[in-house]
C-alpha cells in the first residue's frame, strides 16, 4: 500500500505564510513526480504546482511567484510554501504522485486525503 499524507494546513491571513507538507509512504520504488492540486468550493480542481524527481518545477499562473514546491528525495515528501497569500487560494489542497511501486511496475497515481487551507482579508 501507498499513502500520501498532508499535513500544515490551516486558517491564515493575507500577507501570512504558510508551507504544506506531503509525505508519501508505503511500497514505493520511485516517484517520477509529485503535485499539489486544489479545490475550492463549488469549483473544479486545479493544478497548483509540480516538481520531478529532478528537481524541474512547474506552476499554474495564479500561483506564481507566490508559492514555490520543494521536494526532499530522501524523505519522499514535497512541500508548498504559500507566500503572500490572498482569499482566493482558499480550498483544499491536495498531494498528488506519480510513482511505481516496483521496477516492473507500471507508473500509478496516487492522491492524499487533503487539507484545508483559509485565507482571511
Known amino acids: 500500500q501507498v499513502q500520501l499524507v498532508e499535513s500544515g494546513g490551516g486558517l491564515l491571513q493575507t500577507g501570512r505564510s504558510l508551507r504544506l507538507s506531503c509525505a508519501a509512504s508505503?511500497?514505493?520504488?520511485?516517484?517520477?513526480?509529485m503535485a499539489w492540486y486544489r479545490q475550492a468550493p463549488g469549483k473544479q480542481r486545479e493544478f497548483v504546482a509540480r516538481?520531478?524527481?529532478?528537481?524541474?518545477?512547474s506552476y499554474a499562473d495564479s500561483v506564481k511567484g507566490r508559492f514555490t514546491i520543494s521536494r526532499d528525495n530522501a524523505k519522499n515528501t514535497v512541500y508548498l510554501q504559500m507566500s503572500s497569500p490572498k482569499p482566493e487560494d482558499t480550498a483544499v489542497y491536495y498531494c498528488?504522485?506519480?510513482?511505481?511501486?516496483?521496477?516492473?511496475?507500471?507508473?500509478?497515481?496516487?492522491w492524499g486525503q487533503g487539507t484545508q487551507v483559509t485565507v482571511s482579508s
Open positions: 498528488y504522485a506519480l510513482l511505481k511501486r516496483s521496477v516492473l511496475a507500471a507508473p500509478s497515481d496516487y
Open positions: 516538481i520531478t524527481s529532478g528537481g524541474s518545477t
Open positions: 508505503g511500497s514505493i520504488f520511485t516517484i517520477n513526480f
